[in-house]
């Protein structure tokens, strides 16, 4: 594809992900799954523009507050120092030439604008400047069948580094095809992100633990706590979204986890779990890094839904929690009202439960110094995703 070409797919693109109904991810897989003529390459230029228009559309709509695709994609031409119009001149596959009304000039805004207004007094400055950039590409080392040392040697042609809090975790800069590599095909690997790495790992869980993931997703953490427990135990996984379970059970396989059970729905759960995990849905406040269209898919009312949502789940899952068992309870969310403020409201009504300090573990874990009970990793903190942990014990 010549380079105008390749701006008129990302502007077909972005119009359909401008309308923010799905996540961006899954509008640019199927707009690749429908033009499957684009190449390799192409494909690559179109995702990676995409994406850097996606993390610019606060501040290109303040720019133009009647944004387009077509405005957005000038924009982004003249922000990296090209002229739009050798881009859009019609010809052949490129873009019909902008009217005088889609002539906006670029300028550079503070990247606080790609908060929404909503937002803005729960979230950090410091955060929200850190998530406009892109996320590394972090995996987690399977120590069910290898060592962290190994694949680091093994990718060296990838520079890889450790990362730097978590001791099963690899960082690679850029965007290397992760599923193409054998230490990913035969599950020495998974894609996952430190801070979420840490959150599984502040779950203690070990040999012979009865765990339930009450939201798993698509089983990240799953994974991660049945390679915690070395296959002795039973971690059992289950979601509202049965969809997004549906590769677990190849996964495990990949992994060789055999202990994961893979539950098709709530109806018939039991108690007397050591440890019950929620990873609770959120707002997601703090993934935007990787999914910054996300910010704009979510709103106050979406918001409060979401904190009455994980108030019912709350006390749904302490339920199946045994005595002395714990509730381990995580947010990938930055927002105190899904975070602190839901754990304060959970143990002034439940008696029977008391706040485990995790900071010990979180330093035995990280090396690093907390001073709360509860952890907040933060991306300008720590360059993670932003997650918030929190551990209640059931008397």
């Known amino acids: 594809m010549q380079d105008a070409a390749r701006i ?3 502007i077909d693109a972005l119009e359909q992900i401008f309308k923010f109904e799905q996540p961006a991810d899954n509008t640019l897989n199927l707009y690749f799954r429908t033009h499957r003529y684009i190449g390799s390459k192409d494909r690559r230029f179109v995702s990676e523009t995409v994406w850097a228009v996606v993390r610019r559309f606060g501040r290109y709509s303040a720019l133009c507050p009647k944004l387009t695709a077509r405005i957005a994609a000038a924009l982004y031409l003249q922000e990296i120092g090209l002229f739009p119009d050798d881009y859009f001149t019609g010809e052949q596959y490129a873009p019909e030439p902008l009217k005088d009304d889609e002539r906006v000039k670029y300028k550079e805004l503070s990247p606080l604008l790609e908060c929404p207004e909503w937002l803005k007094n729960k979230l950090d400055i410091a955060d929200i400047s850190a ?4 996320a590394a590409t972090d995996l987690r080392v399977n ?3 290898t060592t962290r040392d190994k694949v680091l040697k093994e990718l060296e042609d990838f520079a890889p580094e450790p990362t730097p ?7 690679l800069q850029g965007r290397p095809q992760i599923t193409s590599l054998p230490a990913f095909i035969d599950g020495r690997v998974e894609l996952q992100d430190e801070g979420s790495q840490i959150a599984a790992l502040l779950t203690q869980v070990k040999a012979g633990d009865l765990i339930l993931d009450w939201c798993a997703g698509a089983g990240g953490k799953t994974l991660a706590m049945a390679a915690m427990t070395q296959n002795s135990g039973v971690v059992y996984a289950v979601d509202l979204n049965t969809k997004r379970l549906r590769d677990l059970p190849d996964r495990a396989r990949r992994s060789g986890a ?18 019950v995990l929620l990873d609770a849905p959120c707002t997601g406040t703090g993934t935007w890094r990787r999914s910054p269209d996300a910010r704009w898919r979510v709103g ?3 918001s409060a839904e979401l904190i009455k949502t994980q108030r019912d789940i709350l006390e749904k899952a302490a339920k199946s929690v045994k005595s002395g068992g714990r509730l381990f309870y995580i947010t990938c969310s930055l927002d105190a009202a899904e975070n602190d403020e839901q754990i304060a409201a959970f143990l002034k009504k439940h008696k029977d439960f008391k706040l485990e300090n995790l900071a010990p573990v979180f330093e035995k874990i990280t090396g690093k110094t907390v001073l709360t009970p509860v952890v907040h990793l933060t991306p300008s903190a720590f ?5 918030f942990a929190a551990s209640m014990i059931k008397a």
Do not use: H
């Open 300 to 302: 106050k009312k979406q």
């Open 383 to 387: 360059g993670t995703d932003g997650f």
């Open 8 to 10: 008129a797919a990302v």
């Open 131 to 134: 998530m406009t950039e892109p």
């Open 258 to 275: 055999r202990n994961i059970v893979v539950l098709t729905d709530y109806k018939n759960l039991k108690s007397g779990y050591d440890l």
């Open 165 to 171: 809090f978590s001791p099963i975790g690899i960082r």
């Open 143 to 145: 120590t069910l069948k």
